[in-house]
């Protein structure tokens, strides 16, 4: 099935005293797919995540949304809302007061529109809309698991409780794209994978386009159908979280999402790579006969083999226990490599390894390296 591009962003650029911080960005975001723009701090993810929401103009390029152009548009007039790290809600207003301030100041115009009703007199007009908003905001509530609590004060919710009527707050609009910009970071570790599973949830059940922004690999990992990996102010790369996984496009993705080992290689020829003085069949990539690469292997892709049985073979540097598995440092002629195994081991011990050829991911070598 075709998707429906609701979101472009064509060549868009953002300077903050003459600094670039988002550099000639293209980005098609698809209806109701849940993107993350991931990367590490300062990026320029935020700014990116602020321009489609209308809080920041871009310097240059434009922002398409379902095919026009809003580059010069304010945020109330875009199909959009978001949700900030600090919830910004009014301590002075109960939750049911919060979650549905937003309808009650807009006008009666825009509320026969939303509510698709009938021209009736005002009088009328205005007691429909009273209930119709109420139902509104308790269906919100309701989404986001805080039925029962539309009396509460603000004050007297927890983090992960403001967080959702934060939520509920943007979702009563019912907006078509939702900006959330690290919705969880304040959140501790249990509640906040508690709140990502829901939130993917929430995001089908609404059929609404999410636009994530987080510096959480597992957390992007968990949650999106596409993620946009950003290093200053440019996407690296951008797919779902299984092909950024398995097929990092250089180091940097590599290292920032998962742990990996990126060894020194040759690519000898098609399917035959050579690496710790080892030949390896590999599948699938195709560079020059004898140019140098660098190979991928993520530690859970070693398979920990007898000696004899061993493509590689090294000694144990060290071992931690990490619940499920072990994680090992081996040492393989003077390359320490991290491997995850059930296998129990001592330091010192010898260790024979092998790897699947489809478990070999193969970049090219970057001109600083
Ligand atoms: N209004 C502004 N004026 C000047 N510089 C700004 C402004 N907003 C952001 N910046 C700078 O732009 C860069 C990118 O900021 P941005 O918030 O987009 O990054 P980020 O990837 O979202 O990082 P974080 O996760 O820390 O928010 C930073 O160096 C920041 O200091």
């Known amino acids: 099935m075709e998707q429906k591009v609701i979101i472009e962003l064509l ?12 550099d000639n960005l293209n980005l098609k975001i698809y ?10 701090s300062g990026c320029g993810k935020t700014t990116t995540l602020r321009m489609i929401g209308g809080f920041e103009e871009a310097n240059n390029g434009q922002i398409i949304i379902e095919g026009k152009d809003f580059s010069d548009l304010p945020p109330y007039a875009r199909p959009i809302n978001t949700v900030f790290q600090k919830y910004a809600l009014f301590p002075h207003l109960n939750v049911i ?16 529109k939303f509510y698709g009703l009938e021209e009736t007199s005002k009088k009328e007009l205005k007691k429909t809309l ?18 029962g609590y539309e009396n509460r004060k603000i004050n007297h919710l927890s983090g992960g409780q403001q967080q959702r009527v934060a939520l509920a707050r943007a979702i009563v609009n019912k907006p078509k794209i939702l900006l959330l910009d690290e919705p969880l970071a304040a959140l501790d570790l249990k509640l906040r994978q508690k709140m990502q599973y829901e939130l993917k949830e929430m995001q089908k059940k609404l059929g609404m386009t999410f636009i994530f922004v987080t510096h959480d ?12 990996v950003m290093d200053k102010g440019v996407i690296v790369q951008l797919g779902t979280p299984k092909s950024i996984y398995n097929e990092p496009v250089n180091r940097y993705v590599a290292t920032f999402i998962g742990e990996s080992n990126i060894i020194p290689a040759k ?11 080892v030949d390896f ?10 140019e140098k690469v660098n190979v991928v292997i993520r530690p859970e892709d070693f398979d920990v083999v007898d000696l004899d049985k061993a493509k590689l073979t090294g000694t144990v540097l060290s071992t931690m226990f990490k619940g499920v598995h072990n994680e090992l440092i081996v040492e393989v002629k003077d390359v320490k490599l991290k491997v995850n195994t059930y296998e129990n081991y001592v330091v010192g011990e010898p260790i024979g390894l092998k790897v699947d050829p489809y478990e070999i991911h193969i970049m090219k070598v970057e001109t600083n390296e």
């Open 11 to 22: 060549n868009v650029t953002k300077q903050f005293d003459e600094e670039i911080i988002v």
């Open 31 to 40: 209806e109701n797919e849940f993107l993350t723009l991931l990367g590490p």
């Open 97 to 112: 007061e919060n979650v549905s301030f937003g309808l009650r100041n807009r006008s009666i115009e825009y509320l026969t």
């Open 130 to 147: 009273n209930e119709l908003i109420q139902k509104s905001a308790l269906e919100a509530l309701e989404l986001v698991n805080l039925k």
């Open 217 to 228: 690999q597992e957390e992007a990992m968990t949650m999106s159908d596409r993620i946009a």
């Open 267 to 277: 690519y000898l020829k098609k399917d035959l790579v050579r690496f710790l003085n």
């Open 281 to 290: 069949e590999c599948m699938g990539y195709t560079f020059k006969n004898n």
